[in-house]
């Protein structure tokens, strides 16, 4: 094997150990020997998406389509950023069309479709994404990972039936996984099998927990700081239904929680409390999940955004539209 070969194979080694700076080193190194490989702006990419440096990942990938535009593993990398957590969905589109054109074989047209899928959701073309879902290649599928993300897409557009054996199938070779299992009880939920699904929410929240932070992830401290930024930003009219000082930060919803009916991947949860007069309005504590607020989130500077927009939701759900009889205590996915 040549050396500029081992430095791109020792990079997608270190990728997979999810080792990213050190992948970026590998990636420098082969542009060292080869400044005009598009093979190592792609890795280039890949090892910043994944330490949270997103725009420059999709300048790298930009960099490798200019030198083969061909290329369409830097097409859907690209597109993956895009989609999240840049969110220019129109240019994730542009990409996966691309792709599609190129695409050789079904994996290939599966990984387009399912980004096109995402990107599509996340515009709301429901009625465009559910087209989509049509289009798919039928499975069994080669890789494993398109039997998780189609059975994911058809939940999402309500093809719970359809969704649930290709959800039960990735669960039988490997059930460990937790995405799976979080759509697992979203399905029995649906389907009114609530001790199932309480049972397949806990054992995704048990093994969400085991994975590590990502790269760009903060110390408590400083997302507390986020969270109570977030808090203070708020206008008074909503401000004015939390419980003042009573911010609390966790990882994950907590077990008792999630067996009360909480969603595990919930970003934060208002929890009532009475007004200190019998005709005090009733306010709210609030749980803020940092795990689940930064995989949603991405990078530190669209964290504090998200808390907000998540507040701003929930606020209005549980005080504003909610009618006077129905519970306060709400979780947010």
Not at 146 to 169: K, N, Q, S, W
Not at 204 to 220: I, K, N, Q
Not at 320 to 327: D, G, K, R, V
Request: proline content about 6%.
């Amino acid at each position: 094997m040549d050396q500029f070969s081992a430095h791109l194979d020792r990079g997608w080694d270190l990728v997979q150990r999810g080792d990213a700076l050190a992948a970026e080193q590998s990636a420098r190194r082969a542009l060292e020997i080869d400044g005009q490989s598009p093979e190592a702006f792609n890795l280039l990419g890949y090892a910043a998406a994944m330490q949270g440096e997103f725009e420059d990942a999709v300048e790298h990938y930009r960099t490798a389509l200019s030198l083969d535009d061909t290329y369409l593993e830097a097409m859907l990398n690209a597109a993956e950023v895009y989609i999240h957590p840049i969110g220019d969905f129109d240019s994730a589109i542009d990409m996966c069309e691309q792709a599609l054109e190129l695409a050789e074989n079904d994996d290939e047209v599966v990984d387009s479709q399912l980004l096109m899928f995402d990107a599509l959701m996340a515009k709301g073309e429901f009625e465009g994404a559910k087209a989509l879902t049509r289009r798919f290649p039928d499975g069994p599928f080669e890789n494993p990972n398109h039997t998780f993300l189609v059975g994911r897409a058809l939940y999402e557009v309500g093809e719970t039936d359809r969704a649930m054996p290709l959800i039960e199938a990735v669960l039988g070779a490997q059930p460990k996984h937790s995405e799976a299992l979080y759509y697992l009880g979203l399905i029995r939920d649906e389907h009114g099998q609530a001790a199932e699904a309480t049972q397949a929410f806990l054992r995704s929240r048990e093994l969400d927990l085991e994975l590590a932070p990502p790269p760009w992830a903060m110390s408590r401290e400083a997302f507390e700081l986020k969270a109570q930024a977030a808090v203070a930003s708020l206008p008074p009219e909503l401000k004015q239904f939390l419980s003042e000082g009573e911010l609390y930060v966790s990882d994950v919803p907590g077990v008792e929680v999630v067996v009360d009916g909480v969603d595990p991947r919930a970003l934060l949860l208002l929890d009532g409390v009475a007004g200190d007069l019998p005709d005090d309005p009733p306010k709210a504590r609030v749980f803020v999940y940092q795990r689940n607020v930064e995989r949603i989130a991405g990078p530190v500077d669209q964290l504090e955004a998200e808390i907000v927009a998540a507040l701003e939701r929930e606020i209005t759900l549980a005080f504003l539209e909610a009618p006077p009889s129905e519970p306060r205590d709400r979780g947010l996915n």
